[in-house]
């Protein structure tokens, strides 16, 4: 029962390069997201999916892209990595929220650095 | 969706009660109480939640005022791997934001031997 899963893990990057965050769940969630978490910091939104072919922006999406091509997977794209985008990215999944019992599953988190 | 207050941080015996709570004075009729937690280095794992009865699981209880104002996390018997970060979030089930999770400060639960 694998969940949610995040590679890589560990990241270094420099300035300007571009990569892709990826995530995969095998519960046939129809909702995915990602949050980034800075250092003594809760968790905000970058970019989230209700379901395949359908994304949509959170809290801080600048600098992310995303896409949802089928329904276990949804990577994050960094298009030009900056020194500010250095944080721990998670990845969650749930069913559709018209449940309130849905539980939220999160990854196990991406360590970014970018130098 | 209403926004919560928690300590910053809480310190707990081991063996003991932990009672760890939240204001969310601002919540709506159709907002739950949820509380996550998350281990260091780890991603949030669900705890409990509730609407306004009070829950209890494996895990803990939950205890929310009869006003909905504010709502206590209760973990009976604390351990040292209950040590973490825990986060009281107030939302609609569905929230057409992909059921997107507000995150506060949390409160930074310390149990000690």
């Known amino acids: 029962n694998a969940g949610v899963t995040q590679t890589p893990k560990f990241q270094v990057l420099k300035t300007g390069q571009s990569m892709t965050l990826q995530c995969a769940q095998d519960?046939?969630?129809?909702?995915m997201s990602w949050y980034r978490q800075d250092p003594g910091m809760g968790l905000r939104l970058i970019h989230y999916s209700v379901g395949a072919g359908i994304t949509d922006q959170g809290e801080v999406p600048n600098g992310y892209n995303v896409s949802r091509s089928t329904t276990e997977d949804f990577p994050l794209r960094l298009l030009s990595a900056a020194p500010s985008q250095t944080s721990v990215y998670f990845c969650?999944?749930?069913?559709?929220?018209?449940?309130?019992?849905?539980?939220?599953?999160f990854g196990e988190g991406s360590w970014l650095t970018v130098v | 969706d209403a926004k919560t207050t928690q300590p910053p941080s809480m310190d707990c015996a081991e063996g003991r009660a932990a009672n760890l709570p939240c204001n969310h004075s601002?919540?709506?009729?159709?907002?739950?109480v949820y509380w996550y937690r998350q281990i260091h280095s780890q991603g949030p794992q669900y705890i409990i939640h509730g609407l306004k009865n009070n829950e209890t699981n494996e895990m803990a209880s939950l205890i929310i005022t009869e006003d909905r104002k504010s709502s206590t996390l209760i973990l009976p018997h604390a351990t040292l791997r209950d040590t973490a970060v825990y986060y009281c979030i107030v939302r609609r089930p569905n929230n057409n934001a992909g059921n997107m999770l507000t995150f506060g400060g949390g409160t930074r639960l310390m149990v000690k031997p």
């Open positions: 519960m046939n969630h129809e909702y």
């Open positions: 969650a999944s749930s069913r559709t929220g018209r449940s309130a019992g849905n539980t939220i599953y």
């Open positions: 601002t919540i709506s009729g159709n907002e739950y």
